[in-house]
Structures are given as structure tokens and as C-alpha cells.
């Protein structure tokens, strides 16, 4: 990087007294003295001694001229208060300063053997204090957002906020602070600490057409340029009920050049060792281990994974919550050509809750309580029942629809679903798509070619957004509609022995269950991360408004935004308070169940800004990047590059020492 010298003056005026040098000159060149005429009587001896004198004489005077003409010089530069910079910047400090400490989990990173990343920032803002004089007001801010930037500090007082911050769970990306920043209508110089993770590109593309402002951004660069952690994990079923196959499976994600090898990962269930396994993970690469889930095991809800790491460690567990979920609530409603196939299917089994309604007999708040409603071969819906199903579907529910060959189209309609005729030819059914996540877990070998049954295409879903399962022409039997809320799932024709041979296939029986177990888990979730802004739970217990849910991790209890939509309780992810770890849920005192937390996997990445990019952004008028080790360092690079150096004690001194060899020459030479 090119380096520029800059000598500036705070009084420029002042040099017009250098004009003034020109009186020694010429006092020198024209001695202006009177001469006094003394006679005597013989003057050789007097000749002889004036023209020794003379040859004497000369160099001396010239010297004291110099030292008189230095004195003034160096006495009027000292008046004009030179100011040294060592690059070309014409930026001065403020008076109010900003100073923002990235204290996320990355900056536990290490950056020397017995330095992490997050104590070298802390060195780094004691320094920027240091290089502003006593009057300067100081604000601060840190990714937990846990002061106002109206609240104004001293040097002494900012210093001790330092020594109080903690390392913090909250990440923030360049925009979000500059964003803050300019809401509080903060102006002057902002100090931006941080190692620059890279969350976007061209993030930092505000700062520079932030003309506001100057900023100073000093990044810091740590030893480690790899990581291993947890990209994701899933249970292959998406459900935890009965004696049905499961596995949990775990994604571990390797960000950088190295290689890792015999990475010890290990499953927990309340803290007691259930599997471990010993992994590669190839560079830039990604490796899925498995985990045989036992049902009867113990402690599903508080499970964790974990891996060792030594290299980064606040990334190194994975916390999970594999609730097993209660009885499915499944309610029919029946039209009066319906099949006994869905009651035979669901009713008297341990894994659900059947309920069936006659058409014209419907309990709408007993509806409303299901997970899934069959409307099973329905030739017309009554306003009562679709009022019910509208209802239902905004609280995010599943609808199960078996047509009839007398149904009205524009009933559908009022549910958001375009339905129409089609060719009524039968056809057999294709191959199930296994890349499909509805098959999770249906089959045992998806190598082998199933036998599939019959349908005829009788009704076409317009707006679909899935076919579960198609006919070998392409069309849908079973498709997923296109909703903005809940789910809806429409069959191509009724269950009628005419019209399909689907009820008494084989697939028919994992394909319901299915349907009405995803309807029940579709809001349960392993795991949230601290940077969602929302987390859905699903109740077994009917709340009001008025009953206040917490989240509890054991120490300290959180009273986020919430709501209660039908059986679900929504809750604002409080990011700022929380941590990675397990909650549980409690009304009062009582438990309705646990949800786990991690941290976002922005704070895993290694990807960073350069210190090119950084120097690219510099160029920018209001930008400038400062590298520093310590503080020590920022304090130079401040004062040097954009305070500058006051030289003017320095002129006065050499004014004062050019003075004193002037004396010094006229008294002994």
C-alpha cells in the first residue's frame, strides 16, 4: 500500500510572517550605523588590524544571520502550528465518537497463541479511546443492542463498559449496524470492530455511500481458517409415534482447506451417551451420519449432538428436541355415498383419534379441534362447514378431500381450490417419487418396482402445487394444493371399487397415515435458530389470550411476543436474550413441553472479508481501514494518519536553540 507524507497547518495566516526574514537581509547588506571619524596621528598599525579583523569577521556575521533567520522562521511555523500526517487524508477527528465492539460467538476465534479474536478488539477500543482527547463523548454499541445510543460516555466510563461485555449469542450483519447507526441520528466518527463476516455480498456498500459519517473499520484477522459444525439434522420420518422405523440423521458441514479427521460425534439423551461415531469430513466437503432412533429410549425431548473441534468451540453442540407426539386427531365428515374405508382405517388405533360426522350434524368446535378432516365423497358443503374449514385452514390445519362424482365445483372454490372435470379414463398409477420427502420412511428398499393400482382421472387440481402420486401419464391422483394457508389434499376420484383399486392396495394404508401424521407434526420442529423471528409449537391443550407463556432454560425465564391460533401457540423469537440450549414451555408452573435452540450458522462460517475487499471500500472518502495489533498501534495509526502530529513544540524549540547559537556567537566569536 502506497504511503503519502502531509504537512498541514492549523493558522496558515501566520506564515505570511515569513516576509519578515528579509529585514536581517537586509540590515546585513546595509549597515545603516553611523560612522564616528577619529583622528590620529599614524594609522598603520590600526590598518593592520582591520584588515585581520575583517577576514575574521565575515563568516562569523553570515553564521549569526542564519542563526537570527532560523529563530524566526521556526518562531513563526511554531505560531502556525504545523500538523504531520503520514498518508494523504484530510479527515480530522470528531468530537463524538461511536465505537462498535463486534462481541459475537466468531470472535472467540484465536488470533495469536494466548489471544482470542474478541480480546484483541477489546485492546483495539481502548486504544481509539486513547487517541481522542478528554472532552470527546463517546457511544457504544454491541450486537445484544444493550444500551441506547443516546446514552453518551467518557473516556473512563466507556472503558468500563468495556471490561463489562461478554461475548453474545446475537449475530449482526454490516447492514444491521450501520442501519441502527444512522436511525439515532448519530454524526460524527464510528469505529467499526469486528472480524467481517461475510453474511451478503455488497453489505457494506451502505457504509460507503454513508457521506454522514466517517468511518474507520479494523478488522481482525484470526490463525483459523477452518471450521467444523452442524449444517443440519432431520429425522428421516419426520415423526417419533408407535413402532415405526426412524433415524435421526446428522450433517456436518467442513468451511475450509483442511481436513478432518476421526471427528468424534456422540448423541445424547438428557446428558447420558446413547451413540457415538467416528467421521472424515473431506475439505469444503459435507458428511450425514445416522443415529438408530429407539423408541422406547428416554429423554427424546433434551437430546444433543456433539462433535470435538478444538479449533472452535461454541459451535461444537447441536441441540434437539425429538418430542414424541400424542394421538392424532382425525375427524371424517361423511356424504351419503361414502365408503367405510377411512372409519376401518383410522378408528379403534392407538395412534389416532377418530371422530365422524354426518354432513348435516356437524359440531364446529369439535372440528376445529382436529388435526386433519377427511370430507370424505361430500356433494355439496353446507355454509356452516365451509365457514368451519375456512376457519380451520387459516389456523394452518390439513384437509383431506375425497371426491364425490356429484360434487359441486364451486364449493371447492370457496376454499381456494380450482377443480375440474377430466378425461374419467383409468389408468394405472406411476412409481411413487422416493426423492419425495413424503416417502421418508414409507419404504424399506426403493430399488425394487411396486406393483401400483388403478384409478380413473376423473377431477383435475388446477392449482397444484405437489403431485404426491401420478398416473403414468403425468396427471395428479393425489395432489397438494397451492394455498397461502393450511394444507389441502385432493384425490382425482372417489374410493368407489369403480373408480380406483387404491383403498385396497398396499400403499393405501402408509399413504393415510402419512397424510394424517404430517398433519400433526407439520408444526413441530426439531430445532429452532436464534435469527428466525418466529417458532410455532404445537398445543394438546386449548390456551386463551389471557394465559402468559415462558420460556425457561432453567436459570432464567423469557416472556416473548405471543399468540394462540387455534392449537398452536406462535411465539417472537426473543434473539437477544437468547442461547443455544433446550426451554421449556411453561404456563405458570405447568409444562406444556420443550423446544430446543441453536445458534445461527452465519457465526460458523470462516468466509470473511478481506482486508482487499476492505481496502476497496476505503477508497471511499468517508472510509478509512486501519490494521492494528493493540492499541497501542491504533493509538499511532490515529493520531499519525488522521489526528496528525503537532510539530509546532518542536519549531518553538529549534526557534529556541537557534536564538540561544546566536547569543552564543555574538558574545565569544
Same mark, same amino acid.
Do not use: C
Given at each position: ?463 397444484? /402445487? ?5 398416473? #403414468?401419464? *403425468?396427471?395428479?391422483?393425489?395432489? &397438494?394444493? @397451492?394455498?397461502? $394457508? =393450511? ?84 411465539? /417472537? ?5 437468547? #442461547?443455544? *440450549?433446550?426451554?421449556?414451555?411453561? &404456563?405458570? @408452573?405447568?409444562? $406444556? =413441553? ?76
Amino acid at each position: 500500500m502506497t504511503i503519502y507524507t502531509a504537512l498541514t497547518f492549523a493558522n496558515p495566516a501566520v506564515l505570511w510572517g515569513l516576509l519578515a526574514l528579509a529585514i536581517p537581509v537586509i540590515i546585513h547588506l546595509f549597515n545603516f550605523r553611523r560612522v564616528k571619524r577619529v583622528q590620529f596621528s599614524n594609522i598603520a598599525l590600526l590598518k593592520k588590524v582591520k584588515e585581520e579583523s575583517s577576514s575574521k569577521r565575515k563568516p562569523v556575521e553570515l553564521l549569526i544571520l542564519l542563526s537570527r533567520l532560523l529563530f524566526l522562521a521556526f518562531l513563526i511555523l511554531a505560531f502556525a502550528q504545523p500538523i504531520f500526517k503520514d498518508n494523504a487524508n484530510d479527515q480530522e477527528l470528531s468530537d463524538e465518537v461511536l465505537i462498535y465492539l463486534d462481541n459475537s460467538l466468531s470472535m472467540d476465534m484465536p488470533v495469536s497463541s494466548q489471544q482470542s479474536a474478541f480480546d484483541r478488539a477489546y485492546s483495539l477500543s481502548t486504544g481509539v479511546v486513547d487517541a481522542y482527547p478528554e472532552s470527546a463523548k463517546f457511544k457504544f454499541l454491541e450486537n445484544g443492542y444493550g444500551n441506547s445510543l443516546n446514552t453518551s460516555y467518557t473516556a473512563s466510563t466507556i472503558k468500563d463498559r468495556f471490561t463489562e461485555l461478554e461475548l453474545s449469542g446475537v449475530g449482526r450483519s454490516m447492514d444491521e449496524i450501520q442501519s441502527r447507526i444512522a436511525a439515532s441520528g448519530f454524526r460524527g466518527d464510528v469505529y467499526l470492530i469486528s472480524d467481517f463476516q461475510k453474511s451478503r455480498e455488497n453489505e457494506l456498500g451502505n457504509i460507503a455511500s454513508d457521506s454522514l459519517r466517517n468511518y474507520y473499520l479494523m478488522p481482525i484477522e484470526g490463525e483459523n481458517n477452518s471450521n467444523l459444525y452442524f449444517d443440519t439434522a432431520y429425522l428421516e420420518n419426520s415423526f417419533l409415534l408407535g413402532a415405526m422405523k426412524n433415524n435421526l440423521k446428522v450433517v456436518l458441514k467442513n468451511e475450509g482447506a483442511e481436513d478432518f479427521e476421526d471427528v468424534n460425534l456422540r448423541l445424547f439423551f438428557d446428558d447420558q451417551l446413547a451413540s457415538t461415531a467416528l467421521l472424515n469430513v473431506a475439505a469444503n466437503g459435507i458428511t450425514e451420519h445416522v443415529f438408530e432412533i429407539d423408541q422406547s429410549t428416554k429423554g427424546l425431548n433434551n437430546a444433543k449432538v456433539t462433535l470435538d473441534d478444538s479449533k472452535v468451540l461454541f459451535d461444537n453442540e447441536y441441540f434437539l428436541t425429538l418430542n414424541n407426539i400424542e394421538k392424532v386427531i382425525v375427524h371424517e365428515v361423511k356424504g351419503p355415498d361414502s365408503n367405510g374405508f377411512i372409519e376401518q382405517l383410522y378408528a379403534d388405533n392407538e395412534l389416532f383419534n377418530y371422530k365422524a360426522f354426518n354432513a348435516n350434524n356437524i359440531d364446529n368446535n369439535e372440528l376445529l379441534q382436529s388435526d386433519i378432516i377427511i370430507l370424505n365423497q361430500l356433494s355439496d358443503f353446507s355454509n356452516q362447514l365451509i365457514s368451519a374449514l375456512k376457519t380451520f385452514l387459516e389456523r394452518n390445519g390439513t384437509v383431506l378431500i375425497i371426491p364425490s362424482v356429484e360434487s359441486n365445483f364451486q364449493t371447492f372454490s370457496q376454499l381456494g381450490l380450482t377443480i375440474r372435470f377430466d378425461s374419467d379414463e383409468r389408468l394405472g398409477l406411476g412409481q411413487p417419487n422416493f426423492q419425495n420427502p413424503f416417502f421418508d420412511g414409507v419404504f424399506e428398499n426403493t430399488n425394487e418396482a411396486i406393483a401400483m393400482p388403478e384409478a380413473s382421472i376423473t377431477y383435475r387440481l388446477i392449482n397444484s /402445487e405437489l403431485g404426491v402420486l401420478n398416473f #403414468k401419464n *403425468g396427471r395428479e391422483f393425489l395432489s &397438494k394444493a @397451492e394455498l397461502t $394457508l =393450511g394444507n389441502a389434499y385432493v384425490f382425482s376420484s372417489d374410493f368407489s371399487a369403480e373408480a380406483t383399486s387404491f383403498p385396497s392396495h398396499s400403499l393405501f394404508v402408509p399413504v393415510m397415515y402419512k397424510l394424517a401424521l404430517g398433519s400433526k407434526v407439520n408444526l413441530s420442529k426439531l430445532y429452532y435458530l436464534t435469527d428466525e423471528q418466529t417458532m410455532v409449537y404445537p398445543l394438546e391443550e386449548s390456551l386463551t389470550a389471557n394465559d402468559i407463556v415462558t420460556l425457561s432454560d432453567g436459570e432464567n425465564k423469557i416472556t416473548p411476543d405471543q399468540r394462540i391460533s387455534g392449537k398452536s401457540l406462535i411465539m /417472537e423469537i426473543p434473539k437477544d436474550e437468547l #442461547k443455544a *440450549g433446550h426451554y421449556t414451555i411453561l &404456563k405458570g @408452573e405447568t409444562e $406444556l =413441553g420443550t423446544i430446543a435452540f441453536n445458534q445461527s450458522k452465519a457465526e460458523s462460517s470462516v468466509e470473511r472479508h478481506s482486508i482487499d475487499e476492505l481496502e476497496t471500500i476505503a477508497q471511499a472518502k468517508n472510509i478509512n481501514l486501519i490494521q492494528a495489533e493493540d492499541g497501542i498501534e491504533v493509538n499511532r495509526e490515529l493520531t499519525a494518519g488522521i489526528k496528525g502530529i503537532n510539530l509546532w513544540k518542536y519549531a518553538l524549540m529549534l526557534g529556541l536553540l537557534f536564538l540561544f547559537a546566536e547569543v552564543i556567537l555574538i558574545r565569544y566569536l
